[in-house]
């Protein structure tokens, strides 16, 4: 994906769904988590009383991918969902 592209929380799952089609996260226990927390902090993100929830679920997702890359998480996955996560919040974040 493109840096121009604008990440929504729906590219996110795409992504997802997309690595592990593709077997850049083979770990299924890894793959329903984030898929999970994915969309939990997707409905969480439009109401201002539980932006900061979703936030916070974002920065887990991260703090989980780094703990998994190079197990479970090829370094491909890793940079993809570490740039849609960092990118999801910036536009949360006040």
Known sequence: SSLDEIITFDSLIND??????SGDINDRGVYISLLVKAK???????N???????IN????????IS????RGISNNAYDILHND???????LSP
Do not use: P, V
């Open 57 to 64: 679920i974002l920065k887990a997702m991260d703090k989980q």
């Open 40 to 46: 939990i902090a997707k409905g969480l993100s439009g």
């Open 16 to 21: 997802i769904h997309a690595l592990r089609a």
């Open 85 to 91: 996560i960092q990118s999801l919040l910036s536009n």
């Open 48 to 54: 201002s009383l539980t932006k900061k929830t979703s």
């Open 67 to 70: 703990r998994s890359r190079g």
